[in-house]
């Protein structure tokens, strides 16, 4: 059974950093693209990052260019999103997601609220 559990929303203050990750398990890790998405209230789900399964590419939306970085570790399975210079409108719901030939997988999603 494919897991993806998320980890690190929270609340913080615009400017400060927090770092999101994945765990995930039931299936091979190496083997998937890995992705973070995002989901403000009342919006669509939107993607914000992108890592190859060797983590040799990496895609960053151009709204979180330069202040998330998205990383794997493919011995831990995990994958992990560092989020720095949070802005007010990078609250949302953050959902990791697997790509592989089977399907695509999605974990239950993490809350980040940044605020003063």
């Known amino acids: 059974q494919v897991q993806l559990v998320e980890s690190g929303g929270g609340l913080v203050q615009p400017g400060g950093s927090l770092r999101l990750s994945c765990a995930a398990s039931?299936?091979?890790?190496?083997?998937?693209?890995m992705r973070w998405y995002r989901q403000a209230s009342g919006k669509e789900r939107v993607l914000v990052a992108t890592?190859?399964?060797?983590?040799?590419?990496?895609i960053h939306a151009d709204s979180v260019k330069g202040r998330f970085t998205i990383t794997r570790d493919n011995l831990k399975n995990t994958v992990s999103l560092q989020m720095n210079s949070l802005r007010p409108e990078d609250t949302a719901v953050y959902y990791c997601?697997?790509?592989?030939?089977?399907?695509?997988?999605w974990g239950q999603g993490t809350q980040v609220t940044v605020s003063s």
């Open positions: 997601c697997a790509l592989n030939l089977w399907g695509t997988y």
């Open positions: 039931g299936f091979t890790f190496s083997n998937a693209v």
């Open positions: 890592i190859t399964s060797a983590g040799s590419t990496t």
